[in-house]
């Protein structure tokens, strides 16, 4: 894991913060906003966005789904932020699924105080560990790192008897 720039970091959270202030949660109440820094440099940012049906997407999924749809595949660092009147945001189990499926153990994983000032860093391994993902599938010959991986053998021949 490497360090950002202490400017970065300070531009992650403002975006961050910036999105949350922007989010759609008028049921939860819960607002958070993620700003996400691409392979590329490039920075994608989230929120939550609610629906009456008790629906719901969260910050980091509407980050990582901006930044697929733009091409790329890797987080170098996500900065979450969460409600003005709470802790540390730290994101749910369904994001951390979602976050791992384009993360390495260089991956950062800021998780915020509400005025984006202290907070923790994490890796992948620390908030998923021994996580399913796409190495998983690739040994079934599926999914983008199935090239990568030679699939196990699954069966063997049994031995004639003469
Ligand atoms: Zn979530």
Known sequence: MTTLSKEK?????WLAITARDNAYAP???????????AGSGAVYTGANCEFANF???CAENTAIAA????????IDTIVIVGPATGGVCMPCGRCRQRI??????????HCLKPDGQKGR???????LPHAFGPQDM?????????????PKKTATKAKRRT
Do not use: N
Request: aromatic fraction near 8%; include cysteine.
């Open 9 to 13: 970091q300070a531009q992650l959270a």
């Open 27 to 37: 049921y939860s109440h819960h607002p958070v906003g993620v700003a996400l820094l």
């Open 138 to 150: 690739a040994v079934l010959g599926l999914g983008p790192l199935a090239r990568q991986v030679k």
């Open 55 to 57: 629906d719901c997407t």
């Open 100 to 109: 791992q499926e384009f993360a390495d153990s260089k991956t950062r994983i």
């Open 121 to 127: 860093v994490f890796t992948i391994a620390q908030l």
């Open 67 to 74: 930044m697929a749809a733009a091409g790329e595949r890797y």
